[in-house]
Structures are given as C-alpha cells and as structure tokens.
C-alpha cells in the first residue's frame, strides 16, 4: 500500500487538479464508485486507478476492482489519508481513477449527416460548471448527437462539471472547438440550422421548427450568446416566462430546448438516432 505523497505518480495525479495541465496531458480525473463505474462500463481508457484497501470490503468495491483487472487497468492501493487529500469531494468513496480525454473526436459534417446526427449543442460562455454539467447530461438523456464547447466556457473536465454530468460524459461526444469562425461556417454549409436561446429574441422556441438538422445554442449565465453567435444563428428564439423571474439557469434552458426538439421529432414521428 502506497503512503508516500511524493511519490511520482501521486504528484502527477494532484497536478491534474489543474487546468493546463490536464490539458497538456490528455488526462482528467474520474472519483468515486459511481463514477468509475460508469467509465468502465464504456469502455474508456484509463491509465491508472487508485484505490484504498477498503474499497474491496463490500461486494461494489470488490465487483468494480475485478471489472477493472479484466479490463487490463493498473491498480493501486494507496492510503486512505492519502487518497482523501487528492480527492476532490469532502467524503471520497475510496476510488479514483485518471481517464484519457478523447483526442480523435472531431466533427466531419458529411459523415455526421450521412450518419443522421442532427441534432447538436453549443455551449456559448457557459461558466458555471454546474451548468455544464447539466447541459451534457440533459443532452446525452434527449438523444443529442455532440455538445460542442466554445471558447470562454469552463472546463468540461473540471471536477464539479464532471460530477454534474452524472456519468453522461461518457455517453455523448463533448468537442472543444478551437476556431469557432470556421465551425458555424461548417454548420451552415452542412445544413444545419442554428437556433439560439435569446432573451431579447421576439419568437417563441415553440414556434420554431426542430425537427431538422439543429445546433442548439446555449449562451452564458451573464452575457447570453456572444456576437459571432448572434450573427450566426439563422433563428434566435425566447422561453416564455409568464411568471416574475428575468431568466432561466443556463442548464434549465438547455433542458427545456432540447426536449421541444424530442417533442416535435416524436410528433412528427421522426425515430431518434442515438449517438
């Protein structure tokens, strides 16, 4: 059992705790049963996972840590004291794993459309991790094909975005998009339409059609859709708000966007491809 916190690998595990370098890495960390459960599940490779001597004392614990021996994952048992300081939750469940973040997705407009992925979500300067989170989940649930992450949205791996995702992360394409100009271009020439939220919009979102090829746009919880996006977007539509509230959370919105789009496809009788 592993104590020593200078140990090369525990250091390169807490460094993950940042930004950069996760990013620099390719790496991110997944904590607790639940969770790694989950990453298992699909598959996703993970290099590493630490774990404490507690874990195999109940039949999950033991369960999960035999998944992951068949599966080939290094592990080690590290202890308890130890593993709490690298977690990033106030009660760690005695597990915790460093996963790969995918490097080959990309968006290839002709195969997705060829492949019927039509319905897409951009995120827009969406900070609160919270937020994120809920997005992903409420995409992954609605059958969306990609969630897609502009520049000035928090990170999709950060700790708190990934626990809001409730495992979703591993079940739909999160794309970062490095040259967000050249992607709505692609979009438009591919046939999709673009319906962004906008409070300041004069069409209702249950007015408009979804039941084609839509990139669903969900701006930031202060500032809403950026310039680039608004020039973009061939329909800006509001969620009616008959009550006193100026607005919705950045997620709530998603979710409500993304099941008048499943609402309409059903009624049309439109079967959904899953991602």
Known sequence: MLVNKNNSRIKYVRRLAKRKFRESEGKFIVEGVRFVEEAVQA????????HTLGLAGHTRGKTLLEMLAEQGVPLL??????????????????VLAVAGIPRHLKFDPEAWRRDGKD???LVDGVRD???LGTIIRCADA?????VFIFKGTVDPYNAKTLRSTMGSVFHIPVISVADVDKFLFELQTGGWKLVAGDLAARRELYNCDLTGQVALVIGGEACGISDVVRRAA?????????GRAESLNAGVAAGIMLY????????AGKEIAKP
């Open 129 to 131: 991790p919270g937020n």
């Open 142 to 146: 609605a059958g969306a094909h990609g």
């Open 119 to 121: 319905l897409l979500v």
């Open 77 to 94: 048992a590290v202890d308890d004291g130890l593993l709490a300081e690298l977690a990033d939750t106030e009660s760690p469940q005695g």
């Open 43 to 50: 598959r996703w490779p993970l290099e590493l996972v630490l």
């Open 234 to 242: 061939g329909e800006r539509v509001r969620i009616p708000m008959p």
């Open 260 to 267: 008048e789009a499943v609402r309409q496809r059903l009624c």
